[in-house]
């Protein structure tokens, strides 16, 4: 069975960091693509972050300076370390694993992936 849980959400004031993880079983992780994904209130969820099996990145321009995808293999577990954090970062965060394993790239569009954990809020105060 699939398995994706996220931890590490939590309050915290603006500047503040925090650093989720995906601990995930269940399917070959080594294999996909991963990401993180952001649904702020009232809005649709979002790509923020992704990772490709190769270990390369990416990250969308508004984290881009502030956060950093990455992956660990040998434990089967998706990190988003979070810096600087503002209150427009608040949300619930999810991680996901593609649907098929993609050489080499990863994206944004949400209908690549095919697995979802539950998600961890993430609210930032000012």
């Known amino acids: 069975e699939v398995y994706l849980e996220e931890s590490g959400g939590g309050s915290v004031e603006a500047g503040g960091s925090l650093t989720l993880s995906c601990a995930t079983s269940?399917?070959?992780?080594?294999?996909?693509?991963m990401g993180w994904f952001r649904q702020r209130p009232g809005e649709k969820r979002d790509g923020i972050a992704c990772i490709a099996i190769d270990g390369s990145s990416r990250h969308m321009p508004s984290v881009k300076a502030r956060f950093t995808i990455s992956r660990d293999n040998a434990k089967n577990i998706l990190s988003l370390q979070m810096n600087n954090l503002a209150p427009e970062d608040t949300g619930m965060y999810y991680c996901?694993?593609?649907?098929?394993?993609?050489?080499?790239?990863?994206?944004?569009?949400?209908?690549?992936?095919?697995?979802w954990g539950q998600g961890t809020q993430v609210t930032v105060s000012s």
């Open positions: 996901a694993a593609y649907r098929t394993p993609t050489p080499y790239s990863c994206s944004f569009r949400d209908w690549e992936y095919g697995s």
């Open positions: 269940g399917f070959d992780f080594t294999g996909l693509p």
